[in-house]
């Protein structure tokens, strides 16, 4: 476990600027969507939701690109000191994803707060519980099903491209290189396991509010005020991240073992 | 036998890095490699090091491959970088957490002979860098020692120390391969020396072998090589 | 015993084992260094020189094999006591006389003409 400390600790000294700059960035959005004060409630509610969302799709991009430094990385021959050490190959993976995890989780709670202020700024009756879900659980699960898989499939990327760029082609590499339309498609096999598994319904003050604000759809595609809150959580989708996540470290430890430097 | 390339070829492309090459590393032994540029020096060294994998043929460190044995094995590659946010302090930690056999002592006498400057790396000197990386390799109990060009591009002074600390580091249990250009400054170092000239093997000598028949290291490499 | 001054190492002069076994050889009969006085251990003349520790055991061994040093476990290699300088200081002077009457044949010079010179360059003390 020492091994996976230092490597934390080599996460946090080099990619500190960003982390700062990101979670620096959330007095941005939040001066941004104070700013907004158009005539009526549901254009501003929606506007400042649209921001909101915005900055939550800006701090994936941002965290993919921070993790996909690997690729500078290992071109500049940067990555030979951690390449030869006797840690495994997984855990290289797992502290970039944890850190950025890290730092999108404390990002995406700064966002949730922000969300619940815009909501309570439109009359959104919200209780104890309510804040909670919005601070930390919707955040935390946007995390946990968006940003973690992707992330870990930018590391998958970054690791594929350098080791098949060279001359050593494993059978992993050629797994990965199919791999696009499977592992999609596990994923929406993983959801089809929501019938097995409770769901967790959104904060009643917000339904409440949609209700208010006449012919506003709460919930299904489309629909901008349900992509900053999402109307129901499905314990599907959590799992499915993890274990697609899981499937992703897997394969891409297996080409940082195998990968020719 | 300490580690061992038996008849490996390496190609890249069209072209061949190592043709046919066989070469055995015994326990203690201080080897120089020397060839020109592009003779394949730095591919011998990243397959004893299992950075690459030959095309043919078979290389073992220990009896097994290079990767599977990376905790006994230093490499110190021509092109590596640290990390341009590292001082010396942020390496020695970084090397105490990744390898067991990393002597935080003898680190800091390293740093201290070799007189590494305390700025991180991105405000050093190449020359100032490569005394840092060397710090690193040379502070570990490995069983082998593998140097691409470790006094490249480095002023004289600082070759005399650097050469001094790899003097000094040799321990009869471990091994030591190193390529240079340096010839006449460090061939006083070698045990063995071994030419590579387009990827083959032309030359396997011990050194005071070559000095007994009146030559030097660098005599015979220039006339094998000449 | 230092090796103040980088001793002259040639590479091309035959092996190294055999020029440290000589320079300490050279260093007793100057009276550089005496009986009982400690050699340098294996890494730190190796270290000054630049040259494969394995070197310098070699030489400390053929040293040894010719009885001039001694190595006493855990404290170094010694000069044995009792070693006659004297006897060192006329094997060299017999090598650099062989060297000098390589030149005085060469050159077909009379063995008394020779010896003359000698003590010519010896009064004036000029050694060149």
Not at chain 1, 96 to 110: P, T
Not at chain 2, 143 to 165: K, V
Not at chain 3, 113 to 122: N, S, Y
Request: with cysteine; aromatic share 6%.
């Amino acid at each position: 476990m020492k091994g996976l400390h230092t490597l934390l600790w080599r996460e946090y000294r080099s990619s500190r600027g960003w982390a700062i700059g990101l979670i620096g960035s959330l007095g941005l959005w939040t001066w941004i969507v104070s700013m907004i004060s158009n005539e009526g409630v549901e254009n501003r509610l929606a506007l400042r939701s649209l921001i909101i969302t915005v900055a939550f799709a800006i701090g994936v991009i941002v965290l993919s690109f921070m993790v996909g430094r690997l690729h500078t990385e290992i071109k500049h021959d940067e990555h030979r000191t951690l390449l030869l050490s006797p840690i495994p190959g997984y855990l290289h993976i797992v502290s970039r994803l944890v850190f950025a995890v890290g730092v999108g989780l404390i990002y995406a709670i700064g966002l949730g707060t922000l969300t619940w202020w815009v909501f309570s700024q439109a009359g959104a009756h919200l209780g104890a519980s309510s804040i909670m879900q919005l601070v930390a659980a919707f955040p935390a699960f946007g995390i946990v099903t968006l940003l973690m898989p992707t992330l870990a499939w930018v590391l998958l990327l970054v690791l594929f491209a350098n080791a098949y760029r060279l001359s050593h082609l494993t059978w992993i590499a050629v797994i990965v290189m199919c791999a696009g339309t499977p592992v999609s498609l596990l994923y929406r096999g993983i959801n089809g396991l929501d019938h097995h598994l409770p769901v967790w319904t959104t904060a009643p003050g917000i339904t409440d509010l949609f209700n208010r604000l006449a012919g506003m759809p709460t919930q299904g595609e489309g629909s901008m005020l349900t992509m900053a809150v999402p109307g129901v959580v499905h314990y599907g989708d959590i799992v499915g991240a993890v274990l697609l996540t899981g499937l992703l470290v897997f394969l891409g430890a297996r080409l940082w073992e195998e990968m020719e430097g | 036998m300490l580690a061992m390339l038996d008849d490996v070829t390496k190609v890249y492309g069209k072209s061949y890095g190592l043709r046919d090459l066989t070469l055995e590393v015994p326990t203690g032994q201080v080897i120089g490699l020397l060839g020109v540029n592009g003779s394949g020096k730095t591919t011998l060294l990243k397959l004893l090091a299992g950075l690459l994998l030959p095309t043919r043929g078979q290389v073992s460190v220990l009896g097994e491959p290079p990767r599977r044995v990376r905790s006994k094995l230093v490499f110190l590659g021509e092109t590596d970088a640290i990390y341009r946010w590292m001082g010396p302090t942020d390496a020695g930690y970084l090397m105490s957490g990744l390898y067991p056999d990393f002597c935080p002592q003898r680190y800091l006498a390293l740093l201290d002979s070799l007189l590494v400057p305390t700025r991180r790396a991105g405000a050093m000197s190449k020359g100032e860098r490569v005394r840092l990386r060397l710090a690193m390799a040379l502070a570990r109990e490995a069983a082998l020692y593998i140097l691409d060009e470790p006094l490249g591009g480095i002023d004289l002074a600082a070759r005399e120390r650097i050469l001094q600390s790899i003097v000094g580091q040799w321990r009869a249990d471990a091994s030591i391969i190193l390529s240079t250009h340096a010839i006449a400054e460090a061939e006083g170092l070698f045990d063995r020396v071994v030419l590579l000239k387009q990827g083959s093997l032309v030359l396997d000598a011990l050194a005071e072998d070559l000095r007994e028949r009146g030559e030097s290291v660098k005599s015979t490499f220039l006339e094998v090589l000449g | 015993m230092t090796v103040g001054k980088t001793w002259d190492l040639d590479m091309a002069a035959g092996p190294i084992y055999r020029q440290i076994a000589q320079h300490v050889r050279r260093a007793l009969a100057c009276g550089v260094i005496k009986s009982g006085d400690r050699l340098p251990s294996v890494r730190e003349l190796a270290q000054q020189l630049k040259v494969n520790q394995n070197t310098v055991v070699h030489a400390y061994s053929q040293l040894e094999r010719e009885g001039i040093v001694e190595t006493r476990r855990g404290l170094g290699t010694f000069i044995r006591d009792g070693i006659p300088v004297a006897v060192s200081q006329r094997e060299l002077l017999i090598a650099a006389a062989q060297r000098y009457a390589r030149e005085v044949l060469a050159l077909s010079v009379l063995p008394r003409e020779a010896i003359e010179i000698v003590r010519e360059v010896l009064d004036a003390g000029d050694v060149g």
